[in-house]
């Protein structure tokens, strides 16, 4: 049975993509968004020029800044950066959506402090609701220009899993599903830090030997933290996984390499993200995977060269140094 009236909280450029996507599936979409002059203007010239500049907006976009007009859809996507989405999950808990709607997380972040995962906050904020995750390797830009693209959705539910599949599926866009919401997740999630170090690399110019050891010494970081943390190793060497970790270091559209390289390049962290309209959820995980991996006791080189370049108290060759030099150990 398909869904019938799809929400997206998050008026971001994923959220634009996500609705794009829908719409090549003819499945109209309410997008609602925090910032009512931003929704005034987007839906007055049918352009997100904020987020997605370039991209004509279909006509099944609808746009509201008012949260209880989501209360009939039977399908909600929360696209909102991390930061925010304890507050808009338990704001929209407030409304009269059905016990039976799903709620599809598409954030990559983990909650600092609580080390919670973004489908568990909804959870928590929605007991009762089926809630599921998307991630992979997947920038807005290229999603909106129907360029093949292929994801993971997860939910513990096999009827959720497959009715999402059928929802998402088109003919530029290939949802694969898997039952490992937690290793989906902090795939995604943590990829983010790693693009950011692979950002520094490129900045300081080290070249192409650097980049291939940083990007496979984070993939071993990332499963080791990740399966500690209840990923399943598999899921980390999939599209959520090392397919997330290839397109974010590697793209030019990525916004965490972006700030990385800025950063390599001498810049100072408050003046990048002053300087950016649009969300590094590089820079939040990197303080909540350090927190999570000291609670575990897992060993996290390059997290936490990461975290000392971002608080200031390393400089970026001195990171790069500090890795380089470690102590010697097998691979
Ligand atoms: N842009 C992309 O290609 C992809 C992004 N993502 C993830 O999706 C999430 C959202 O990212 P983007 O859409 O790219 O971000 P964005 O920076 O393009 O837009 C964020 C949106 O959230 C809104 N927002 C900011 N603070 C808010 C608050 N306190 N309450 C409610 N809304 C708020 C902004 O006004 C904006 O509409 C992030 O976790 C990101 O990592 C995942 C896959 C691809
Ligand atoms: O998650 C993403 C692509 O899969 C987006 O990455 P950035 O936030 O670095 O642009």
Same mark, same amino acid.
């Given at each position: 049975?398909s869904f019938r009236?799809?929400?997206?909280?998050?008026a971001?450029?994923?959220?634009?993509?996500l609705?794009?996507?829908l719409?090549?599936n003819?499945? @109209?979409?309410?997008?609602w968004g925090?910032d009512?002059?931003h929704i005034a203007?987007?839906?007055?010239t049918?352009?997100n020029s904020?987020?997605?500049p370039?991209y004509?907006?279909?006509?099944s976009?609808h746009? +509201? +800044?008012?949260l209880?007009?989501?209360a009939?859809?039977?399908?909600?996507?929360?696209? +909102?950066p991390s930061k925010?989405? %304890?507050?808009v999950?338990?704001?929209?808990?407030?409304?009269?959506?059905?016990p039976?709607a799903v709620l599809?997380?598409?954030?990559k972040g983990?909650?600092r402090g609580?080390?919670?995962?973004m489908?568990e906050?909804?959870?928590e904020?929605?007991p009762?609701?089926?809630?599921a995750v998307l991630?992979?390797?997947?920038?807005?830009e290229?999603?909106?220009?129907?360029?093949?693209t292929?994801?993971?959705l997860?939910?513990a539910r096999?009827?959720i899993? +497959?009715?999402?599949?059928q929802t998402?599926?088109?003919?530029f866009?290939?949802p694969?599903?898997?039952?490992?919401?937690?290793?989906?997740e902090?795939g995604?999630?943590l990829?983010?830090?790693?693009?950011?170090a692979a950002?520094?690399?490129?900045?300081?110019?080290?070249?192409?030997n650097?980049k291939?050891?940083?990007?496979t010494?984070?993939?071993?970081e990332?499963?080791?933290?990740?399966?500690a943390?209840?990923?399943?190793?598999?899921?980390?060497?999939g599209?959520?996984?090392i397919?997330?970790l290839m397109?974010t270091c590697f793209s030019r559209?990525? %916004?965490?390499r972006?700030v990385g390289? %800025?950063?390599g390049?001498?810049e100072?962290?408050?003046d990048?993200?002053?300087s950016m309209?649009?969300?590094?959820e590089?820079?939040?995980?990197t303080y909540?995977a350090?927190?999570?991996?000291?609670r575990?006791?897992?060993?996290? @080189?390059?997290?936490?060269q990461?975290?000392?370049?971002?608080?200031?108290?390393?400089?970026?060759?001195?990171?790069?140094?500090n890795?380089?030099? %470690?102590?010697?150990?097998?691979?």
């Amino acid at each position: 049975m398909s869904f019938r009236h799809v929400g997206i909280i998050g008026a971001g450029s994923w959220g634009t993509a996500l609705a794009a996507v829908l719409d090549a599936n003819r499945l @109209p979409t309410l997008i609602w968004g925090h910032d009512a002059e931003h929704i005034a203007r987007v839906t007055a010239t049918h352009e997100n020029s904020t987020y997605l500049p370039g991209y004509r907006l279909p006509d099944s976009f609808h746009f +509201t +800044t008012a949260l209880d007009d989501l209360a009939e859809c039977d399908l909600v996507l929360l696209v +909102t950066p991390s930061k925010a989405v %304890r507050e808009v999950a338990a704001r929209l808990s407030t409304t009269a959506l059905s016990p039976e709607a799903v709620l599809l997380s598409c954030t990559k972040g983990v909650e600092r402090g609580s080390g919670l995962r973004m489908s568990e906050i909804i959870a928590e904020c929605f007991p009762h609701n089926p809630v599921a995750v998307l991630s992979g390797p997947s920038h807005a830009e290229e999603v909106v220009q129907k360029m093949p693209t292929a994801i993971v959705l997860g939910c513990a539910r096999e009827d959720i899993r +497959t009715r999402l599949q059928q929802t998402f599926a088109t003919s530029f866009f290939r949802p694969y599903t898997s039952e490992d919401v937690a290793g989906i997740e902090l795939g995604g999630a943590l990829k983010n830090i790693f693009a950011l170090a692979a950002g520094v690399s490129d900045g300081l110019g080290l070249g192409d030997n650097s980049k291939a050891a940083l990007i496979t010494r984070s993939l071993a970081e990332l499963i080791r933290l990740g399966v500690a943390l209840g990923g399943k190793r598999e899921t980390f060497q999939g599209l959520s996984g090392i397919g997330d970790l290839m397109v974010t270091c590697f793209s030019r559209h990525s %916004r965490n390499r972006a700030v990385g390289e %800025r950063l390599g390049k001498g810049e100072r962290l408050a003046d990048i993200v002053a300087s950016m309209n649009m969300i590094a959820e590089g820079v939040p995980t990197t303080y909540s995977a350090f927190e999570c991996a000291r609670r575990f006791g897992i060993e996290t @080189p390059i997290i936490d060269q990461m975290r000392a370049l971002l608080d200031g108290t390393s400089a970026p060759r001195e990171v790069a140094l500090n890795l380089i030099t %470690r102590e010697p150990k097998a691979e």
